[in-house]
């Protein structure tokens, strides 16, 4: 385990975890893009097999 250095009112551990947000925010986006495509291709197969 690392130590962030604490700065005057927290602003490291503020800076780290806005950045974890943004990361968070962009990993959950990019899992419901890629679930959506690929429901959409499941979609189109079983349409097409009927």
Known sequence: MYQIPK???GL???GVLSF???VA???VTIAVGILLVRW???RRR???EQ
């Open 7 to 9: 700065k005057p009112g």
């Open 12 to 14: 490291a551990m503020t």
């Open 20 to 22: 974890g947000v943004k």
């Open 25 to 27: 925010i962009a990993a």
């Open 40 to 42: 959409a291709m499941i």
């Open 46 to 48: 079983a349409a097409r």
